[in-house]
T-cell receptor, first 115, second 114 residues
Framework: DGGITQSPKYLFRKEGQNVTLSCEQN?????MYWYRQDPGQGLRLIYY???????QKGDIAEGYSVSREKKESFPLTVTSAQKNPTAFYLC??????????????FGAGTRLSVL | GQQLNQSPQSMFIQEGEDVSMNCTSSSIFNTWLWYKQDPGEGPVLLIA?????ELTSNGRLTAQFGITRKDSFLNISASIPSDVGIYFC??????????????FGTGTRLLVSP
């Protein structure tokens, strides 16, 4: 089945540790996104990528890093510089601008907690 | 970052009742989207609206794109227990660069009593 796969579902981070969240899609979408969701709030954009080997900061990029070496994959690293990393992280991808797939589809999310 | 004003924040209703929620923005959007999120899952698209004034239905759900392009509403008729979840609106701006940025509402939490 086509879709977006995020792993792991749950992740724990120790103080000072970097952790990487995986996002893989087999929808052949060019654009991919990472969002952070906190309780009672909407989704906030961390990073986005419109094409392989290119990515841009979103509204809350500090303490995070990404890479886009393959079209299918857009991993997010939560670095030790992110002082409040506990949140639900959502990855999304979007199809071509000039098509019916010009909609963002989301993965099932990764819940990150600090030990 | 900008967020949309979504109301109400939460609703607790009886099964069979109709529900209405809305979203307002200070900015104009060229697309409005409504998503539903179940606990511990990612949002799932319910309805997409592309034209001002557009009224679109998806089963028991009906959504409208406001004439001013600054608001949208979602109605759910004859609610059932599986309608429980958080409903998010999202507006997409007019960028012509190909970068599609969504601005999300703060969500409406719906609880349905059997």
């Amino acid at each position: 089945d086509g879709g977006i796969t995020q792993s792991p579902k749950y992740l724990f981070r120790k103080e000072g540790q970097n952790v990487t969240l995986s996002c893989e899609q087999n929808l052949n979408h060019d654009a991919m996104y990472w969002y952070r969701q906190d309780p009672g709030q909407g989704l906030r954009l961390i990073y986005y990528s419109q094409i392989v080997n290119d990515f841009q900061k979103g509204d809350i990029a500090e303490g995070y890093s990404v890479s886009r070496e393959k079209k299918e994959s857009f991993p997010l690293t939560v670095t030790s510089a992110q002082k409040n990393p506990t949140a639900f992280y959502l990855c999304a991808s979007r199809g071509p601008v000039r098509g019916i797939e010009n909609i963002q589809y989301f993965g099932a999310g990764t819940r990150l907690s600090v030990l | 970052g900008q967020q949309l004003n979504q109301s109400p924040q939460s609703m607790f209703i009886q099964e069979g009742e109709d529900v209405s929620m809305n979203c307002t923005s200070s900015s104009i959007f060229n697309t409005w989207l409504w998503y539903k999120q179940d606990p511990g899952e990612g949002p799932v698209l319910l309805i997409a609206l592309y034209k001002a004034g557009e009224l679109t239905s998806n089963g028991r759900l009906t959504a409208q794109f406001g004439i001013t392009r600054k608001d949208s509403f979602l109605n759910i008729s004859a609610s059932i227990p599986s309608d429980v979840g958080i409903y998010f609106c999202a507006g997409r701006d007019r960028s012509n660069t190909g970068f599609q940025k969504l601005v999300f509402g703060t969500g409406t939490r719906l609880l349905v009593s059997p």
